[in-house]
């Protein structure tokens, strides 16, 4: 429910960005196209203007033309020029064919910047197709500018020449407005996208604001423990969210308690069944023992004596087995309350290796760096004994009775820690078992509680160190132990 929600906002979220982005590029085209228009309107409006000042000219020319009744002829020239005068414009007279007959501007013409004849185009427009004006885009270098061409028609209404007025100042006109326009536009449409983009950033901060405070509280979620509810007040989308949020951290409450619970009952029969079969172990040859000195007793058994004493033996060892593993029951249970001292890790390790050394086929090699002046630790000297006793005790139970067990101690450091290396030349450790071994209750052996190597590591890790193996079959192994060295007061 609460992934539900979460994509309902994040659908929102991208629904309300589109719109936005659909806006902006709306907002964009629309000026694109206002600004295409209203140029478009502006070029046309100019040509309007050029053609009817053209056809008043020409008209005007024509009806002088008339008054006299003849044709244009050299004479013409100063009235033609008096007109263009008049209208502070710029005028160019063809005939027929197209030859430039006057011009108020010779200098282009003698300069050769345009040729002397008529546009090709305007030439078939006006003659061949009979059109009165007509309008072309021309051109001097890089200059671009519109010419406006009318027919001067005589009294059969035949063309006998024709009025070209050059507008040379239209592309500037032109630019200097769209330039206007466009300036106004992008202007207006920047305020307009700024306000956008600032209603966006406010949206988002709006959307994003209590998604950063549910980020916060997820990452804050701890299974396990307890997990302070979100509150929000309106009952909104982001409501909803929070909502479900606040309702799976609940369930996950909920959930890990009960996983807890299932693991702690877990843990509670899996070690009452080692205990009862640790202790039952033990009570087997006691009651059988017991039996059979009932039966001597009750038959007169001349032998007794002996039995007795040989069973009471037998009875005591099985009642310090009872109490062995009472004891490494109870050690493994309270170790993490153990009270810690300063240690030489010499002397704990000289005793351990001096009640192994007795065994008969056993050697074992203590060795000390040459640049190690120190070796104290701060630990419990009980829980360091048995780890030490557990790590040589089992290498000597991994040889196998067809070799001699040698086992190498090597104890280095430096100013911070103290490395040891215990070193056999058992079977290793086979593949399988590798995962499970500082497992508690894991053992390979017929008998024990299974907790040697899952308490030395329990030991070692509440001293703050590490411990570690290597191990080939049919070779050896080898754990490292590393502790964080106490320098005694004589270093420093």
């Known amino acids: 429910r609460y992934l539900i929600a979460s994509n309902r906002i994040l659908y929102s979220t991208r629904i309300q960005m589109f719109i936005v982005a659909a806006v902006v590029f709306t907002l964009v085209v629309a000026g694109g196209i206002t600004f295409w228009s209203v140029s478009n309107q502006f070029r046309k409006q100019q040509e309007r203007t050029i053609l009817k000042n053209s056809w008043d000219i020409s008209k005007a020319f024509e009806s002088r033309l008339i008054q006299r009744n003849s044709t244009i002829g ?40 345009i040729s002397d004849y008529i546009n090709p185009r305007a030439l ?16 001097i270098g890089q200059m671009k500018y519109v ?22 100042a239209s592309q500037v006109e ?62 909104d989308e982001m409501g909803r969210l929070i909502k479900e949020y606040n309702l799976m951290i609940a369930e996950l409450e909920e959930s890990a ?19 009862a079969h640790e202790i039952r172990n033990p009570l087997t040859p006691l009651k059988l023992g017991m039996q059979q000195l009932e039966r001597s007793w009750l038959d007169k058994d001349p032998d007794f004596e002996t039995r007795f004493k040989r069973f009471i033996g037998s ?9 062995r593993i009472a004891t490494e029951f109870s050690d493994f249970a309270r170790m993490p309350d153990s009270e810690f001292s300063d240690l030489d890790l010499s002397e704990i390790l000289r005793h351990s290796v001096a009640v192994f050394n007795n065994y008969t086929n056993v050697n074992i090699e203590l060795q000390f760096a040459e640049n190690l002046t120190s ?11 048995s780890t030490f006793n557990n790590l040589i005790k089992n290498a000597i139970e991994a040889t196998t009775n067809l070799r001699r067990c040698q086992i190498r101690i090597l104890v280095t450091g430096n100013e911070q820690l103290l490395r040891i290396s215990i070193q056999d030349n058992g079977e290793g450790i086979a593949p ?20 040697g190597l899952a308490f030395v590591k329990r030991a070692v890790e509440n001293m703050g160190g590490e411990i570690s193996y290597k191990t080939t079959v049919g070779k050896g192994s080898t754990f490292l132990i590393i502790l964080p060295r106490v320098r005694d007061t004589e270093e420093d």
């Open 375 to 385: 070796t104290h630790v701060r630990g419990n000297k009980d829980q360091l004994m």
């Open 257 to 275: 308690e009960r996983i807890v619970q299932s693991e702690r009952e877990s843990a509670w029969k899996e070690m009452a069944r080692q205990v």
């Open 432 to 451: 399988d078992v590798r995962k499970k071994l500082f497992e508690p209750n894991f053992t390979t052996k017929s008998s024990g509680t299974g907790l």
């Open 147 to 168: 010419s406006a061409y009318t027919s001067i028609l005589n009294t059969a209404f035949e063309p006998i020449a024709f009025l070209s007025l050059p507008y040379y």
């Open 174 to 235: 032109l630019e200097r407005s769209t330039g206007g326009l466009l300036n106004a536009l992008i202007n207006i449409y920047a305020l307009v996208i700024l306000i956008l983009g600032l209603f966006a950033v406010f949206v988002a901060n709006k959307i994003t604001a209590p998604l950063l405070l549910v980020q916060k509280s997820l990452a804050k979620t701890k299974i396990g423990k307890h997990n302070e509810p979100i509150f929000w007040k309106r009952d």
């Open 315 to 323: 009875f005591i060892e099985q009642i310090d087995g009872l109490t």
């Open 74 to 113: 050299m004479d013409d020239y100063v009235e033609f020029q008096a007109i263009a005068e008049a209208n502070a414009l710029d005028l160019n007279l063809y005939d027929v064919d197209g030859h430039l007959m006057y011009t108020t501007q010779p200098r282009i013409y003698d300069l050769e910047l």
């Open 124 to 139: 078939d427009h006006l003659r061949y197709y009979g059109r009165s004006q007509y309008v072309q885009a021309e051109s």
